[in-house]
C-alpha cells in the first residue's frame, strides 16, 4: 500500500458526459501528479500540481483540468467524453523536491460506452 | 521531448534464473530513473531508481545500472522467483519532475 488513495476505483459513463475523480496524497507529500494509462499509449503524465498550485502539464486534452485544494487532495475532471478516453487514470505523490520519488495510487479504472 | 525505449516488450525466465530489462533515453539532461513494478490490477511500484551522479544501485536481488555517455539504464533481477511476475516500466524525468516512461516489460517465471 503506498499510502495513495484514489476514488472511485470503477467509474462507467457514457460519451458527452463529465466525471471527476479524486486523489488523496501520501501524508507529507505536497505534489500530486496525474497520469493515464492506455494499452496504445502506455503510461502518459497529463498534469502535475504542487501546493495548489500547477506546475507542469504534459499531453493534457483541453476536455481534462484538475486541481489541488488547500487540504492537498486533487481531483481530475474529464469532460464530454469520448470512447477513447476509457483507460486507467493514476494519481502519484511525492515531497515535490526535484527528482523525487513518486508513489503511485490503485488507480481509477474509466469505462466510456 | 524525451524518448524512452524499453526492450524487451515481453521476458519469459525459468525459476532462479536472472533477468535483464533494457532501456534508452533521448534527453541527455535526463537525471532521475525509476523502475517501478505494476501488477494486475494495481497500481505502479517503485521498486529502485538511480541518480545521475551514481553508476549502480542495488537492493537485495534487485540492481540498476546507468550509462549516462551512452543514455541507457537497465534492470536485473537476480534468482527470480514466481512472484517478480509483473509488468516492469522504466521511466526518466523530463524537466523538473515529469517522467516520461517507457512501454513496459511483460515479465514472466516460469516454476
Known amino acids: 500500500d503506498s499510502g495513495v488513495t484514489q476514488t472511485p476505483k470503477h467509474l462507467i459513463t457514457a460519451t458527452g458526459q463529465r466525471v471527476t475523480l479524486r486523489c488523496s496524497p501520501r501524508?507529507?507529500?505536497?505534489?500530486v501528479y496525474w497520469y493515464q494509462q492506455s494499452l496504445d499509449q502506455g503510461l502518459q503524465f497529463l498534469i502535475q500540481?504542487?501546493?495548489?498550485?500547477?506546475?507542469a502539464k504534459g499531453n493534457i486534452l483541453e476536455r481534462f483540468s484538475a486541481q489541488q485544494f488547500p487540504d492537498l487532495h486533487s481531483e481530475l475532471n474529464l469532460s464530454s467524453l469520448e470512447l477513447g478516453d476509457s483507460a486507467l487514470y493514476f494519481c502519484?505523490?511525492?515531497?515535490?523536491?526535484?527528482?523525487?520519488?513518486?508513489?503511485f495510487g490503485p488507480g481509477t479504472r474509466l469505462t466510456v460506452t | 521531448g524525451e524518448n524512452v525505449e524499453q526492450h524487451p516488450s515481453t521476458l519469459s525466465v525459468q525459476e532462479g534464473d536472472s533477468a535483464v530489462i533494457k532501456c534508452t533515453y533521448s534527453?541527455?539532461?535526463?537525471?532521475?530513473f525509476p523502475w517501478y513494478k505494476q501488477e494486475l490490477g494495481k497500481g505502479p511500484q517503485l521498486i529502485i531508481d538511480?541518480?545521475?551522479?551514481?553508476g549502480e544501485k542495488k537492493d537485495q536481488r534487485i540492481a540498476v545500472t546507468l550509462n549516462k555517455t551512452a543514455k541507457h539504464f537497465s534492470l536485473h533481477i537476480t534468482e527470480t522467483q514466481p512472484e517478480d511476475s509483473a509488468v516492469y516500466f522504466c521511466?526518466?524525468?523530463?524537466?523538473?519532475?515529469?517522467?516520461?516512461f517507457g512501454q513496459g516489460t511483460r515479465l514472466t517465471i516460469n516454476p
Open positions: 521511466a526518466a524525468d523530463q524537466g523538473a519532475q515529469k517522467l516520461v
Open positions: 501524508s507529507g507529500d505536497l505534489s
Open positions: 500540481y504542487y501546493n495548489g498550485e500547477e506546475r
Open positions: 534527453d541527455s539532461a535526463s537525471n532521475y
Open positions: 502519484a505523490s511525492s515531497l515535490g523536491q526535484l527528482w523525487d520519488e513518486q508513489y
Open positions: 538511480i541518480r545521475s551522479n551514481v
